[in-house]
């Protein structure tokens, strides 16, 4: 695998890097290359072979399309039909977003290779922000189809090292361009006269979609981690006039009624991920476990007290084995309502988890630090830098967003048994966050 390393490159250097890369591109070749999202794996998508390389390289299931980037939006004829005919609210959302973290999904164009589309008359299309892959592009001379530079299922790639463990030998070029910025992938959206239907949460939020298009905002079904959310008005609220604490004691008073607790977990499901999608999928993330680290994720969210408590008392259970000795059906019900493991209500409180917990099973967290369980293992424990201890929602789901992989990954090379995440509440930005752990949980998400 060739590797061209451009992060503070001169002009020349970057020049000949990526005319390099182009090439090979633009002859069939793979070359993974930064966003501002997350790493992706470039092929070109007028090429069946290269997109097929694609999967195959990824180990991604056949039926999961990909996105087709440009450099230019005068590309857009080489990519879809009859782009002189875009919607007023499309052209709009391109105005805005692009380049950036949109993927609109449009008519597909002839030139586009069937594996692209699997199945679909369809073609999601984005313009990345990122310099090193507009100049990529530009170089290879033809759009380039690429989904996360990652093995399939796997947390996406920010770092070049990250792409490199999971696909060294499998392509034939890493442009490294140092770590990216936002972290999760873009918001894939499709905008029709009556409005507009979110397939994955991203950068840009259903709200500033609603702003600018003027349009209702709907989350397809099938969107995981989206409890409580289900239409965003033209005006950019949240359909059901919520917001705030009352929001939020509305929300569980939702959960409540409805028996839920809020996401569900039971291991091996996906909460809302994939369970009402069939026949051709129009958008990556929709379907197939995504995001995972080897190490099982179990994520609360909701009440800050609550969730240190929820996380304490589930570090106390794992070292007591109750997560192993099921306590019966009552006990796991009553358990699970408090976001603990089953067999946890049994178990002697006030012992906050240390570094013994570590050591006999090694627990990560990520938490906001006004949730960090006293007495917690500091070399097991992510909180974001910031100039105070106590940070709100938003600033929270900004440092998530973008250190979310990161850190799934960097626990999994420490070898943790188990990684406990502070989530947020879904919406802005933090929808896109919560999408994301609840595949990474697959499931295993509660609000408390």
Request: hydrophobic residues 45%; proline residues 7%; charged residues 25%.
């Given at each position: ?9 001169d ?7 990526l005319?390099?890369?182009g ?6 070749g793979?070359?993974?290359f ?6 992706g794996?470039g092929?070109?998508a ?6 097929r ?30 782009p002189?005919?875009l919607?007023?609210?499309v052209?709009?959302?391109?105005d ?26 369809t073609v999601?299309?984005?313009m990345p922000?990122?310099?090193v ?14 989904p996360?530079?990652?093995r399939?299922g796997?947390?996406?790639?920010t ?19 140092g ?5 999760v ?5 499709w ?5 507009v239907?979110v ?7 259903p ?18 981690g ?9 005006s950019g609220a949240?359909a ?9 004691n ?6 409540a009624?409805a ?7 039971r ?13 051709p ?11 995972a680290?080897?190490a ?12 240190r ?11 007591a ?10 006990d ?6 408090k ?18 917990v570590?050591?006999?099973?090694r627990?990560?967290?990520?938490a ?5 369980p ?11 830098a910031a ?5 709100d ?14 850190l ?7 070898g ?19 999408n994301?752990?609840a ?6 998400v509660?609000?408390?």
């Amino acid at each position: 695998m060739k590797w061209w390393r451009v992060e503070g490159a001169d002009a020349n250097t970057l020049r000949r890097a990526l005319a390099e890369a182009g090439a090979v591109l633009r002859d069939g070749g793979l070359v993974a290359f930064p966003t501002e999202t997350v790493y992706g794996l470039g092929a070109n998508a007028w090429s069946e072979a290269a997109a097929r390389r694609v999967f195959a390289a990824k180990g991604r299931p056949a039926d999961n399309p990909l996105i087709v980037h440009i450099a230019d939006r005068a590309e857009l004829a080489g990519v879809i039909d009859h782009p002189q005919a875009l919607s007023d609210a499309v052209r709009r959302a391109m105005d805005v977003f692009w380049p950036g973290p949109l993927t609109l999904i449009l008519p597909a164009g002839g030139r586009i290779a069937p594996a692209v589309r699997p199945g679909m008359e369809t073609v999601g299309v984005r313009m990345p922000a990122h310099p090193v892959a507009q100049a990529l592009i530009r170089a290879a001379g033809c759009p380039v189809a690429a989904p996360s530079a990652n093995r399939s299922g796997r947390p996406s790639p920010t770092s070049a090292e990250d792409v490199a463990e999971d696909l060294s030998g499998r392509i034939d070029g890493l442009v490294d361009g140092g770590p990216c910025g936002i972290g999760v992938e873009s918001t894939v959206a499709w905008i029709g006269e009556d409005g507009v239907v979110v397939y994955r949460p991203g950068g840009v939020t259903p709200e500033q979609l609603a702003k600018v298009t003027g349009l209702p905002v709907r989350l397809a079904p099938g969107v995981a981690g989206a409890e409580g959310v289900d239409a965003i008005g033209a005006s950019g609220a949240d359909a059901s006039g919520e917001s705030g604490e009352a929001g939020a004691n509305a929300g569980r008073e939702r959960d409540a009624r409805a028996g839920t607790g809020g996401i569900q977990g039971r291991p091996g499901a996906h909460a809302g991920d994939g369970e009402e999608v069939s026949g051709p999928i129009r958008s990556p993330g929709m379907k197939y476990r995504h995001y995972a680290p080897r190490a099982p994720v179990h994520v609360w969210w909701g009440d800050a007290g609550r969730v240190r408590e929820a996380m304490a008392d589930f570090a106390v259970a794992a070292r007591a084995g109750a997560h192993r000795t099921m306590a019966g059906a009552e006990d796991a019900k009553s358990a699970s309502a408090k976001g603990q493991p089953a067999g946890a209500a049994q178990t002697e409180r006030g012992s906050a988890p240390g570094s013994e917990v570590a050591g006999e099973m090694r627990i990560a967290l990520i938490a906001r630090p006004q949730t960090v369980p006293r007495g917690w293992d500091p070399a097991w424990v992510w909180v974001p830098a910031a100039p105070e201890s106590v940070l709100d929602d938003g600033d929270y789901a900004q440092a998530l967003s973008r250190h979310l992989y990161r850190l799934l990954r960097a626990f999994d090379r420490q070898g943790a048994d188990v990684i406990l995440v502070e989530g947020v509440r879904p919406e802005g930005l933090g929808l896109a966050v919560m999408n994301r752990l609840a595949k990474a949980a697959e499931g295993r998400v509660r609000r408390v």
